[in-house]
């Protein structure tokens, strides 16, 4: 009896095991994110050619600021000037790359990457921004770097402006000046010129939004300027202009025997209507999606122009302001063909996501005009989201695939690689950082669902960061790094944390095979059932 009751007892699990991810989901962050339809954890590995990448950007890295010829950029000026950055800390030599390239290459190798996103310094190959002079040492650095990535099977994608822009350029007004459109097409040549034979991949410049806004209306990034209203329209204006020439300068005398990809990078957060069951609110919500990402998406991947609502909205704000023209610069019939599709691939940098609703003032003209208040948009972040070391990151996996989406519809389904992702944690040297892996593993599901069920065109996925560096105006305060970095030492050593062993298990298995290793185990584990259970038969 005893015999039978076992025997029933064993037979019954053999079924009971095979329970399906579905019926019980897994959540990354249970107590916030629950809902099964949006949020539970998708398994699946990604497409085969898929790119899995980790970014850095030069100013946050390098260090040796003043070696070997290199120029100042404004990213040395504004972390030289007391107050502008946490801790009075500056990039002077930051993780020092510039001497211990070798020790980023292999973290690299450890990790199993085959793709590396870095930034070149403009004042490193030109002191001056021109070139009128060319810095050999600065030219020998990126070669040797590219040469050593390459020795090692990993590809180089490279960022040609990641806001670290020649002093001496600003001296002359910077963005605001459209003379630097020639001297940033004169840079990018130089680059493809020295680098393109072993780059496939270049990105033109780096969130254009940070530069515009944090750089010129907020001054909380360098060149630390205060101009609301006008000036931001400027520098996004001349950015989008040096974009276009960078594109065409590649386009006609490089590609066909390079052969390499050439994109820009924007950023963005997605911007979820408060209530949707509001058309008003819905409508702000797109709005501040254009103000942000459309700003410079809809003129590379649309029609050379400015989106319809950024048009209309400040050319009646500045009529209102009694101006004889909109603050918002208008491209030349000839300038938007020059400027349409110049892009062979979408690069987003995503990590949060904000509410949005609808504001109008009714004070309206009496507040100083600015790119904030322009769009009459409220955004927040949820207090009930789960945080980061930064006051601006919260994490909100869902939104990275509602973004993707948006991405595809409204610029006709690009190709699109992340090349931005990750999670900050407050300056510690914890290597458990459990807080990363969950992000990961979260944003990661979600672009694969975006992949898999939404067949978003997304080809590759670039983690921020490689190592901790140099973050802003934070400085060394807050950390994005797979790997710890004690900045007060001098060997300044890579040590892995978890998440650097998450993200290479990750690379491995080009994602999360997970539900095939459980029903392998099941499988496994039925088979060991079974045979019991016809022992037990036997006997
Ligand atoms: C991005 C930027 C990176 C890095 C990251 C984390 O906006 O491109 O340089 O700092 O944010 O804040």
Known sequence: MTFLIIYYMLFCLMFFEDISADEYPKFIYPDVFN????????????????????????????????????????????????????????????????????????SMKALGLKYYRFSLSWPRILPNGTIDHINQPGIDYYNNLI??????????????????????????????????????????????????????????????????????????????????????????HNILRSHAEAYHVYDYSFRSKQKGKIGITLNSDYYQAA???????????????????????????????????????????????????SRLPEFTENEKSFLAKTADFFGLNCYTTSYARSIRNPAGPLIPPSWSTDQDVFSWKSQNWPTSGSDWLRPVPWGVRRLLNWIKNEYDDPVIYITENGISTIDTANLHDQIRIDYYSAYLSEVLK??????????????????????????????????????????KTRIPKDSAAFYAQVIADNGFPASSVQSGFNAGFRTILLAICIVFAII
């Open 35 to 106: 809902d099964s339809k949006r949020d539970a954890f998708h398994y699946g590995t990604f497409p085969e050619d898929f790119i899995w990448s980790t970014a850095t950007a030069s100013y946050q890295i390098e260090g040796a600021w003043n070696e070997d010829g290199k120029g100042p950029s404004i990213w040395d000026t504004y972390s030289h000037e007391p107050g502008n950055i946490d801790n009075g800390y500056t990039g002077d030599v930051a993780c020092d790359s510039y001497h211990k390239y070798q020790d980023d290459i292999d």
């Open 147 to 236: 040469n050593a990535l390459r020795d090692a099977g990993i590809s180089p994608m490279v960022t040609l402006y990641h806001w670290d822009l020649p002093q001496a350029l600003q001296d002359q007004g910077g963005w605001k000046n459209d003379e630097i459109i020639g001297h940033y097409k004169d840079y990018a040549r130089l680059c493809f010129e020295e680098f393109g034979d072993r780059v496939g991949f270049w990105i033109t410049f780096n969130e254009p939004w940070v530069t515009t806004i944090l750089g010129h209306e907020f001054a909380s990034m360098a060149p630390g300027i205060r101009e609301p209203g006008t000036t931001p329209y400027i520098v996004a």
């Open 275 to 325: 209530d949707m069951n509001d058309p008003d609110t819905i409508e702000a919500a797109e709005r501040a999606q254009q103000f942000v990402m459309g700003w410079f998406g809809h003129p590379v991947y649309k029609n050379g122009d400015y989106p319809e609502v950024m048009k209309e909205t400040i050319a009646r704000k500045s009529t209102q302001e009694g101006l004889s023209e």
């Open 450 to 491: 975006a992949i898999d069920i939404d067949e978003v065109n997304v080809k590759g996925y670039t983690a921020w960061s490689l190592m901790d560096n140099f973050e802003w105006s934070r400085g060394y305060t807050e950390r994005f790094g797979l790997h710890y970095i004690d900045f007060d030492s001098t060997e």
